[in-house]
């Protein structure tokens, strides 16, 4: 049994990412770097660097792909981006990102929002979006 | 009618009013029972009712480099806030930099003045740490000193791979119009008014390894004049205060430890009063442990003081006030549940001095209504959106 659970460890585990970071297709690049992708879902980076601005969609907190963006891609917990969000959208400082309701919705909503950018746990080969490493 | 249409078809969290504009808002409402002394109207061996808050925020983004954001506030505290309502915001940013890793931008209006973890949003009870402030370093008395005030103010933001840093710095001139300034300062009621005079604020907020870690640095001058009205008892004087707040937070999944530790240099001069010519080190901090035992559940602990005069702890080298109005250490337990959009709290305070007490509900003269030791109890429930 444990060296099963061993072998799930270190041969499963590392490929299993259970979400993907999407955005609209005409968004430059390939990968982002995890402490840009926080800022960017913490509201507090609003352009990409090519100076078009940014359009955060999410999915609600307790939503598995929400969760799963939080903790492996994000390298943080749900509370502490919905306490980030609350701080700056209730002192005027930035707004909140658009919630989504599904993930089929966060898809049609990345293909047709210039420098939208999202997340699903997994994209199809014919959805019209763009992958983005996060590294 | 329209609203409500509104309401009902927006997503959780904000209403999209057109491309780039949003609107949010926050409502609570709380009840405080106490053993002894007033808090948020009646509350001695009573049921006060008289705390409640209500506010609207509109933001409009015409496009990457410019953000309008204002806000309006009523707030009832028992004497001390009838629920005027106010702005209690309104600015204009302008984005100067965003490369990807380091933006740099300029608000220029009425801005929140950062100090602590907590101060921009005090008022929105769902983002506080507990049912009020903690008030031994965020205490309402000087709430609308601190609170938010005409200016401008430079900001930032730079990320790297295990940190995020951000900063801000702000030139303001503070609100001093608050009967609650005279009652602190000046231990009475006085005919004259306080006025703001240039002052600033500056704050750093480092947070690490992925928000685990969150520290802060606040610091600043904060700089108001008194003028007296006919029949003063005061002279013509000035205040200055240098904070300096201390924030320290780590966070696990179900844990979250938050410290924070300030002292207030106050030098005033020309009120032609000894005790008010004079210099002193306003010193408070707080730790609260916050648990979360299951979704949409937390649990709280805190303990918090507050010292007026740091090098007189005990408050018994001065006969104005009585000597436990010059201090107040408490301990605070609490729990909350959300629901949707509306957290649900109670929250019960062991408390020894009086310092954070309004003496405008619980005066010390002619007759001292104060009493030392008390317990409060409160209830609170916030909805927002």
């Known amino acids: ?135 | 009618m329209l609203l409500v249409a509104a309401l009902s078809a927006a997503p959780v969290g904000a209403v999209e009013l057109g491309r780039g504009v949003q609107a949010h808002g926050f409502f609570s409402q709380s009840l405080v029972y106490t053993s002894d002394n007033n808090v948020g109207g009646k509350s001695d061996d009573g049921l006060a009712t008289d705390m409640r808050e209500l506010g609207a925020n509109l933001s409009w983004r015409p496009n990457a480099d410019w953000l309008l954001s204002g806000q309006v506030l009523a707030r009832w505290a028992g004497a001390s806030d009838d629920g005027d309502p106010r702005l209690d915001y309104g600015f204009v940013d302008r984005s100067l930099l965003s490369d990807g890793d380091t933006s740099l931008g300029l608000r220029l209006g009425k801005i929140k003045n950062p100090y602590g973890f907590y101060n921009t949003t005090r008022d929105v009870a769902h983002t506080r740490p507990g049912i009020i402030m903690p008030q031994s370093v965020y205490m309402d008395r000087v709430r609308n000193f601190y609170l938010a005030a005409p200016g401008i103010a430079v900001y930032g933001n730079h990320v790297t791979k295990r940190s995020d840093i951000s900063w801000s710095l702000g030139v303001i001139r503070p609100d001093g119009d608050d009967p609650e300034l005279e009652s602190l300062f000046l231990t009475q009621q006085d005919p004259g008014r306080f006025k703001g005079k240039n002052s600033w604020l500056g704050q750093v907020l480092t947070e690490l390894d992925g928000s685990r870690w969150r520290l802060g640095l606040t610091l600043g001058e904060v700089n108001m004049q008194f003028r007296p009205g006919a029949g003063s008892a005061f002279g013509a004087g000035s205040s200055r205060l240098l904070p300096l707040v201390l924030s320290l937070e780590r966070n696990t999944e179900k844990l979250s430890l938050t410290a924070e530790y300030s002292e207030v240099r106050n030098s005033g001069s020309g009120y032609g009063i000894p005790g008010l010519d004079d210099t002193n080190t306003l010193l408070a901090w707080y730790v609260q442990g916050t648990y979360r035992p299951a979704e949409h559940w937390r649990v709280y602990l805190r303990r918090g003081e507050i010292y007026v005069d740091k090098s007189d702890r005990e408050g018994v080298r001065q006969t104005v006030v009585p000597p436990y109005a010059m201090f107040a250490k408490n301990w605070t337990l609490g729990v909350r549940r959300d629901i949707n959009e509306w957290a649900l709290s109670a929250e019960w305070h062991r408390v020894d001095g009086t310092l954070w007490v309004s003496p405008l509900d619980t005066p010390f003269r002619p007759v001292n209504q104060q009493k030392a030791d008390w317990d409060m109890l409160l209830l609170q429930a916030a909805w927002y959106f």
């Not at chain 1, 049994?1 to 430059?28: C, E, K």
């Not at chain 1, 982002?32 to 509201?43: D, H, N, P, T, Y």
């Not at chain 1, 990409?48 to 792909?65: N, T």
């Not at chain 1, 799963?68 to 701080?87: I, T, V």
């Open chain 1, 1 to 135: 049994m444990r060296l099963y659970g061993w072998f799930f460890l270190i041969f499963i585990s590392p490929q299993a990412v259970a979400v993907d970071v999407i955005v609209n297709r005409a968004v430059a690049g390939n990968s982002l770097a995890e402490a840009s992708a926080r800022a960017f879902f913490g509201m507090r980076l609003s352009k990409w660097p090519d100076g078009r601005p940014v359009q955060v969609f999410v999915l609600p907190d307790a939503h598995p792909a929400h969760v799963a963006l939080c903790k492996e891609q994000l390298n943080l917990y749900p509370y502490q981006l919905r306490q980030s969000w609350d701080r700056l959208v209730y002192s005027g400082m930035a707004q909140a990102p658009v919630e989504v309701a599904t993930e089929e919705e966060m898809i049609s909503r990345v293909a047709t929002t210039p420098g939208a950018l999202g997340y699903v746990r997994k994209v199809r080969a014919n959805d019209p979006v763009k992958i983005l490493y996060v590294d």
